[in-house]
């Protein structure tokens, strides 16, 4: 795997997640995205925070209909701590429109990890 770059070195991925892009007949996006791409994902039931990806692939590019592994460095996630768990699925959007989701696979940010799963 091609390491990346981080944009921000001062903050650490939350999570490692399988990412995945909707087909612009699913009602996803006109084209695919790259490392850096800032969605905003539901991370609970009520709310909405940005996210940003980067990509393991070789080009760090995401295409429509495919799905990479890669993490998300979340914005503020003291907010909205013990939401996630390995295996929850969660969506992520450009403003109301569902166009991705990513599954969680290895939480790194213990702040985010619901209760039962901290070890």
């Known amino acids: 795997m091609k390491k990346y770059s981080v ?7 939350d999570v490692e997640a399988l990412i ?4 612009t007949s699913e009602g996803g996006r ?3 995205t790259m490392s850096g791409y800032r ?11 940005t996210g940003e990806h980067q990509y393991y692939s070789d080009d760090n590019i995401l295409n429509l209909g495919e799905e990479v592994l890669g993490t998300i460095t979340f914005i503020s996630p003291e907010h909205y701590p013990n939401c ?5 699925i969660i969506p992520f959007q450009e403003g109301r429109r569902v166009i ?12 985010l990890k ?6």
């Open 84 to 88: 996630l768990w390995v295996g929850k």
């Open 7 to 13: 944009p921000f070195p001062h903050l650490s991925p």
């Open 39 to 49: 969605p905003a994902h539901l991370v609970n039931e009520h709310y909405l925070t």
């Open 100 to 111: 991705g989701y990513a599954k969680i696979m290895k939480i790194y940010n213990n702040i």
């Open 30 to 32: 006109t084209r695919g």
């Open 20 to 23: 995945s892009l909707l087909k």
């Open 114 to 119: 619901r209760q039962e799963y901290k070890k």
